[in-house]
């Protein structure tokens, strides 16, 4: 069964969590659709991930739209979210509905995730809603704010901060996010957001008591730099690496190809 909104609201309710991972090409989100995986995110941070970029701020709303694109045509079950680069919802709410609107039609997204509380963009969030596109909110770090915030840290570490994030989720879902993710954020305070929200919560560097989980894929396959919060599952990188080295080996040795190889004329 396809999952949908409603699907991890269900979750929620039921206190089975859900799993989410980001993709950003066709192989990849194939496999990903095929292991029980939710939730598909083309995030922003591909600009990181595949780009070589040093943060998102420089990801592209043609970027975002042609990746997303790609893996759609592979997700046949999971929820696929994309996610609204900088400046495609910050300027105004027309703007972001129209960007948000490519992301659907063009992209072919069944919802879009956007940074921020409401107190800034509830009205980006309501617009976008009401056309009847389902948007994720997402609080705590905020890579697009990372040189407003003063670099990557946790959120929460303070009687104050944690205030604040609890009435920034409280607002996302008033505005009418269906789900928040919730990026480096203490976990205790994480915890308290999500008994407090009717809406599912979904964690990176967060914690355990959100309702769900989301990793950058490359990040839990090796790729990435080693964050504290994140678990190598298989590393990739080193297997890959491995295989491109005895290829050129092999070619430089005459090895391959060999007759096995070769197509000849019967």
């Not at 491995?242 to 197509?263: I, S």
């Amino acid at each position: 069964m396809p999952v949908r909104t409603t699907t991890l609201m269900k979750r929620k309710r039921d206190g089975e969590k859900i799993v989410a991972l980001t993709a950003y090409d066709y192989p990849m989100a194939s496999l990903l659709d095929a292991s029980d995986v939710d939730v598909i995110l083309v995030g922003d941070s591909l600009g990181t991930a595949v780009a070589g970029l040093d943060d998102t701020i420089g990801v592209t709303m043609d970027q975002m739209v042609y990746h997303t694109r790609i893996v759609s045509r592979a997700v046949k079950r999971a929820l696929l979210v994309a996610d609204m680069p900088f400046l495609s919802y910050q300027i105004s709410p027309e703007r972001a509905l129209e960007n948000a609107g490519r992301l659907v039609a063009e992209g072919g997204a069944q919802a879009v995730k956007l940074e921020g509380p409401a107190d800034r963009f509830g009205a980006a969030v309501e617009a976008i809603t009401r056309a009847g596109i389902p948007v994720m909110g997402h609080i705590g770090l905020t890579p697009q704010s990372v040189h407003q915030i003063g670099g990557y840290k946790v959120q929460g570490t303070d009687e104050r901060a944690r205030e604040r994030l609890v009435e920034e989720a409280l607002g996302l879902e008033r505005a009418g996010c269906f789900a928040i993710v919730l990026e480096l954020v203490e976990a205790g305070v994480a915890g308290e957001v999500s008994r407090k929200l009717s809406i599912p919560t979904i964690g990176i560097g967060s914690g355990a008591a959100c309702d769900g989980q989301i990793l950058i894929m490359h990040d839990m396959l090796g790729f990435g730099p080693g964050y504290r919060f994140v678990k190598t599952y298989f590393d990739a990188k080193t297997a890959i690496a491995e295989a491109f080295a005895a290829y050129a080996r092999e070619v430089r040795a005459g090895a391959f190809p060999g007759p096995e190889h070769e197509r000849r004329c019967e």
